[in-house]
């Protein structure tokens, strides 16, 4: 199975950006029902997080998406997710309301 890892990562600036899509997912639903579930079962911060994500990306391993591949694919996200942080950061943090 061939997985196009950029097509996953680059932002394709439409209306129907499958990258901002899943970070609205994400920013919505996970990352607030995640702190949730790590407040109420006594688990460290950032647990599920962690976890959660090296599980997913064991499936990517599992699925024969390449170690190289994903690792590429994790430092451009992080890349964007920095320079994201650093502007809102300039602009006076993120939006009021968001986790």
């Not at 890892?5 to 950006?17: I, K, P, T, Y």
């Not at 702190?35 to 990517?60: I, K, Q, S, V």
């Not at 190289?68 to 309301?97: F, K, N, V």
Request: charged fraction near 20%; include cysteine; glycine fraction near 8%.
């Amino acid at each position: 199975m061939s997985i196009d890892l950029n097509s996953l990562v680059e932002h394709d600036l439409s209306g129907e950006c499958p990258v901002c899509r899943t970070q609205d997912i994400v920013n919505i639903a996970l990352l607030p029902a995640a702190a949730a579930w790590e407040l109420n079962n006594g688990l460290p911060r950032f647990a599920l997080a962690l976890h959660g994500a090296a599980g997913l990306l064991a499936a990517m391993l599992e699925e024969g998406v390449p170690r190289t591949e994903i690792e590429t694919a994790m430092s451009a996200l992080l890349d964007d997710i920095e320079s994201q942080i650093d502007e809102d950061s300039t602009m006076g943090g993120p939006p009021q309301g968001t986790a």
